[in-house]
């Protein structure tokens, strides 16, 4: 792929259902403020993380027993929640009402997924993404408790582990490298992105899939 490093490679379009999976079965995304034209990212080297190889701190099991994870209890209403709580942190947030619509288009076709944690019923973190055949692209996570998206990210690895599944973070941050994630070149992102995405996830509904309990 003739694109930029780490810049945007594309700018317009639209956050149509066509226009987007279109974009992400060519390993693109969006990524851009509320006050921006619409902009397309297809970084290198690639964030991603083998659910085989998630981090699991000592310090963290105390809250895989305090906290319960649901796979897509309520796409919109946590996507809603990253969007406010975003704007509340900062003077700007990508997870923009657009944004909110139309991943919850994806969400309503089976495409976009939740992975909310919750404590005594209370939404307390998580993070979304799509998945495509074996690849699961994460695109936002959300901690309104401690550890409260590290607990999603690493019930959502032990569950596709499972089903041989690669995690496309992105972009790499001290957070992700923290949990286990690493770069690869975008040229061997792509490759691999083209053969897992064409394989049958394995599971009929995402949202059935058991969660595992305690530490």
């Known amino acids: 792929m003739d694109a930029p490093d780490f810049a945007p490679l594309a700018s317009g379009g639209d ?3 066509n226009c987007l999976l279109s974009a992400y079965s060519a390993g693109i995304f969006p ?19 083998d659910p085989r190889e998630v981090r699991v701190q000592k310090s963290i099991k105390p809250y ?7 796979f ?10 990253c969007k406010d709580v975003r704007k509340k942190e900062s003077d700007g947030t990508w997870i923009s009402e657009q944004i909110v619509q139309a991943y919850s288009r994806l969400a309503a076709d089976g495409y976009a997924h939740s992975v909310e944690a919750y404590e005594d ?3 307390v973190g998580g993070l979304y993404g799509l998945i495509f055949g074996r690849v699961f692209c994460g695109e936002s996570m959300l901690s309104l408790k401690s550890n409260a998206s590290k607990v999603a990210l690493i019930r959502l690895c032990e569950v596709l582990a499972n089903f041989g599944f690669l995690i496309d973070c992105q972009i790499m941050n001290e957070h992700l ?5 690493k770069e690869m070149p975008r040229a061997e992102f ?5 053969e897992l995405s064409a394989q049958d996830s394995g599971f009929e509904r995402f949202a059935d899939l058991k969660v595992p309990r305690g530490a």
Request: aromatic fraction near 18%.
């Open 177 to 181: 490298k923290f949990m286990g994630a």
């Open 72 to 81: 897509d209890a309520n796409f919109k209403g946590f996507i809603e929640r």
């Open 31 to 49: 990524w851009f403020n509320e006050d921006e034209p619409i902009l397309w990212w297809s970084p290198d080297p690639r964030a991603v993380l």
């Open 121 to 123: 019923g209370e939404l």
């Open 190 to 194: 792509l490759a691999l992105f083209a």
């Open 64 to 70: 895989l027993k305090r906290y319960e994870v649901k």
């Open 15 to 17: 956050l149509s259902e």
